[in-house]
């Protein structure tokens, strides 16, 4: 379906928050424990993520891509989404949906949300456990104190909105390890939505498809990998854009893969093990 949307393109075309960048290992206190900014809830600007598995998946080989016959390569590390770049920082893009008649705004709950690299949170825990914490709200309350006062709370996911359109943005940022800059930008509309079975709701879509590609290929160009990808190089890590129905994935999977791997290592050399003497 995208192949005969894009042969139809071609033929009509002859596209004040400031996050502590420190691991600061000096505050040994648990004397935050009831700060209600900690609490889940207390905010609907805000949520905390739950952790889990945190971007491992940034690590594995990548989907390689390759070049069409024909084509040259793209600048997608200068591709924008409504202004936002890959490599942007938080302050950049904060700074930018918060302007003056800008058409994003925030969406109404949980428009931020803030995490903790993943191995990060298994040294807090080990450091809570071991001063005695143990229920498992005070223990997840204390890792956040913990990791808040050592800088390494951050900002990972931005939620953006245009209601009036239903057009959303969700930007999502490295660890402070990486300076928590921007390495995924993905924007979805309403194209491929289709309020029926009936004929005239097929015949709609198709146009709204159309209309969206039109402005897709009229912005950066036409894809150089495939039907709907555009890549910076053969290196799959390299930034790349790829183009669904009524959406944008622009994404730079080397800086995630860099930040986890940064995260990992400077967990392991701070890893607050106990004082054993042989």
């Avoid at 490599?87 to 930018?96: K, T």
């Avoid at 999502?172 to 390495?183: C, F, H, M």
């Avoid at 939505?193 to 897709?216: C, H, P, T, Y």
Wanted: aromatic share 12%; hydrophobic share 35%; glycine share 8%.
């Amino acid at each position: 379906m995208l192949k005969k949307y894009l042969c139809l393109l071609l033929l009509g075309f002859a596209v004040s928050l400031s996050p502590v960048n420190a691991y600061a290992d000096d505050d040994d206190g648990f004397d935050f424990m009831e700060d209600d900014v900690l609490d889940d809830g207390a905010n609907d600007d805000f949520a905390f993520a739950d952790g889990g598995d945190d971007g491992n998946d940034a690590l594995l080989s990548s989907t390689p891509v390759s070049l069409n016959d024909g084509s040259g390569l793209a600048n997608v590390a200068n591709f924008d989404i409504a202004g936002i770049m890959l490599g942007m920082s938080f302050e950049d893009v904060y700074n930018l949906y918060h302007n003056i008649g800008n058409l994003y705004a925030p969406r109404k709950k949980n428009s931020l949300v803030y995490d903790i690299p993943q191995d990060w949170q298994y040294n807090l825990d080990y450091e809570c456990r071991q001063s005695g914490v143990m229920q498992p709200n005070k223990v997840k309350k204390c890792i956040r104190g913990l990791a808040r006062r050592r800088g390494l709370l951050y900002v990972s996911e931005i939620h953006l909105e245009r209601v009036k359109t239903g057009e959303t943005i969700d930007v999502y940022l490295t660890s402070n390890a990486t300076d928590n800059i921007v390495y995924r930008i993905v924007y979805t509309n309403d194209a491929d939505k289709v309020e029926g079975n009936a004929e005239q709701f097929s015949d709609q879509r198709e146009k709204k498809i159309l209309s969206f590609w039109k402005m897709v290929v009229k912005k950066y160009g036409a894809p150089n990998s495939g039907n709907d990808t555009w890549i910076t190089s053969t290196n799959a890590y390299d930034p790349k854009m790829t183009a669904y129905y009524g959406s944008l994935d622009l994404i730079d999977e080397g800086k995630r893969a860099m930040d986890v791997a940064n995260s990992a290592q400077h967990a392991r050399d701070n890893f607050r093990a106990k004082p054993y003497s042989f």
